[in-house]
């Protein structure tokens, strides 16, 4: 089984917005998700590709905190 990561039209400041709006820690959201702290400052800094799973990974962990 091949998972395809799909890359997501959000920015950087988009996913920067996201994660204020459901107040998520780059902290949390590497203990939650398993990513490493690097990899999601690159995200937050434009250096990586955003993939539509991490995306609706934070979307979860947002609602699953009721914000």
């Not at 988009?14 to 990513?35: A, C, F, H, W």
């Not at 995200?43 to 699953?64: H, M, P, S, W």
Request: charge should be positive.
């Amino acid at each position: 089984m091949v998972i395809l990561r799909e890359k997501s039209k959000l920015t950087n400041t988009d996913l920067q917005q996201l994660m204020l709006k459901y107040r998520i820690s780059v902290n949390e959201l590497s203990l939650k998700t398993s990513i490493s702290h690097n990899d999601i400052r690159g995200y937050l800094a434009g250096r990586k590709t955003i993939t539509t799973d991490i995306v609706d990974r934070i979307n979860q962990i947002g609602a699953e905190n009721d914000r």
